[in-house]
T-cell receptor
């Protein structure tokens, strides 16, 4: 059973600090990874996608991928209360026939 | 442009009944995928359709079926409902149906099975 694992949290971070969210995956052949944000009662929306080893930055968000360690992370700099949400890590399996979501990490930014 | 639309928004059924959920993708998108999200869990992939053909299937029983129409809208059918089928059902659309492209999610259908 291919899996994407996340710490469910909640992760509490003070406003203005860096929030670090982590994810591991079991399918060594997976190539494409995504971070989705889901506000309570809303549907997921894509924040970042990453396909190669290393870092990818977009505004306050940085995604990191380490295929050797089968590890994906998301850093949120200068955290804002509006960043409080559940963050879903997802990966495409090696057969490219399905996308697998983790259970999500609940992030809370405290003022 | 309208986003992904799903209907109905809420549904209450009893065990053993059948249900049909509907989804219209973003204009210009040819792929629709379906997900089941139980409270506190991430979405679980059910099906993906592209140009009316099934492209992928998750680990769900045969009670779950879907189809895509020539206008790219889609229906998800669930037969012989079980209590455990109670969940938020999300539809997502994408342009080309490759799994490494951005998904645009609808607001979902909340299904309660009593």
């Amino acid at each position: 059973q291919k899996e994407v694992e996340q710490n469910s949290g909640p992760l509490s971070v003070p406003e203005g600090a860096i929030a670090s969210l982590n994810c591991t995956y079991s399918d060594r052949g997976s190539q494409s990874f995504f971070w989705y944000r889901q506000y309570s009662g809303k549907s997921p929306e894509l924040i970042m996608s990453i396909y190669s080893n290393g870092d990818k930055e977009d505004g306050r968000f940085t995604a990191q991928l380490n295929k050797a360690s089968q590890y994906v992370s998301l850093l949120i700099r200068d955290s804002q209360p509006s960043d409080s949400a559940t963050y879903l890590c997802a990966g495409v399996d090696s057969s490219a026939s399905k996308i697998i979501f983790g259970s999500g990490t609940r992030l809370s930014i405290r003022p | 442009d309208a986003g992904v639309t799903q209907s109905p928004t809420h549904l209450i059924k009893t065990r053993g009944q059948q249900v049909t959920l509907r989804c219209s993708p973003i204009s210009g998108h040819k792929s629709v995928s379906w997900y089941q999200q139980v409270l506190g869990q991430g979405p679980q992939f059910i099906f993906q359709y592209y140009e009316k053909e099934e492209r992928g299937r998750g680990n769900f029983p045969d009670r779950f079926s879907a189809r895509q129409f020539p206008n790219y809208s889609s229906e998800l059918n669930v037969n012989a409902l079980l209590l455990g089928d109670s969940a938020l059902y999300l539809c997502a659309s994408s342009k080309d149906g490759t799994f490494d492209e951005k998904l645009f999610f609808g607001s979902g259908t909340q299904l309660s099975v009593l």
